[in-house]
């Protein structure tokens, strides 16, 4: 059967794009400028799997997606964004009932998988699946993964010492958090800040994301924590202090004792 495919975003060059990438494959796509076009689509055409950026001047994809989940709810929905707004994304995950996301620029052959993956998963059901709520944390780590080496030519994820001391550091998180009273945002805030720390890229990529006031708040907070030359008012005494403390069990051995 042939699928149908909608790319959504307001820049042409990223349609363009889209369209030169599908052409030779088993796909049939359409294009739309904003989200009344791809709603005026929608109400038109059997589509399959909508692909849609999330920041939009003529209109929100988020927006799109919560229309989609109520008229369509057997469409596919998948955003693509190059922000980093925290809450932009997890409001699409959750909210919208996005079923994955892939960030900006995109790699073609791990969009091509998305899509047909989730594609096959809703075709084996007959209902649309729940949202793993999971997602909100273990998504968005892995678009900040891709942000950071988009940013930062040298930083690499390969490494399976660094692997196996993030992945250390992310359970000594799950096992402190609830003693240092942190609540649901700043235990996101913390795990972020250990990713950033444990894949170490540059001090001056960390001030910029900082600095730069168009970045979501986790995201600038987190920053600061894993900037680690300087204490940052900004940052809650005990979201500091478990981060302090998780730091220090591993410089001293305690953690691997």
Request: aromatic share 10%.
């Amino acid at each position: 059967m042939n699928r149908k495919l909608l790319f959504v975003d307001d820049e042409t060059r990223m349609l363009s794009l889209f369209k030169r990438e599908f052409s030779n494959t088993d796909y049939s796509c359409l294009f739309a400028s904003g989200t009344l076009e791809a709603l005026k689509i929608l109400e038109n055409e059997v589509i399959d799997c909508v692909i849609s950026d999330i920041n939009m001047p003529t209109g929100s994809g988020i927006d799109l997606f919560i229309e989609m989940r109520r008229k369509y709810p057997s469409i596919v929905r998948i955003a693509i964004s190059g922000s980093t707004n925290t809450t932009d994304l997890i409001k699409a995950i959750n909210s919208g009932s996005v079923h994955s996301y892939v960030s900006k620029p995109h790699n073609l052959a791990q969009l091509k998988l998305t899509i047909y993956s989730e594609i096959l998963k809703m075709s084996g059901s007959a209902k649309e699946k729940p949202v793993d709520k999971s997602i909100t944390t273990n998504e968005l780590l892995k678009f900040f993964t891709e942000y950071i080496l988009r940013h930062e030519g040298t930083t690499t994820t390969s490494d399976s010492f660094t692997s196996t001391q993030y992945e250390e550091k992310m359970d000594l998180a799950e096992q402190l958090y609830t003693e240092y009273n942190l609540s649901e945002i700043e235990y996101f805030q913390l795990k972020l800040a250990i990713f950033l720390n444990s894949y170490s890229p540059s001090s001056k990529l960390l001030v910029e994301i900082i600095k730069d006031k168009k970045n979501d708040r986790s995201l600038r907070v987190s920053a600061a924590l894993a900037y680690t030359n300087k204490k940052f008012s900004s940052i809650p005494e005990e979201l500091q202090s478990c981060f302090d403390t998780i730091n220090k069990y591993f410089s001293l051995g305690i953690f691997n004792a």
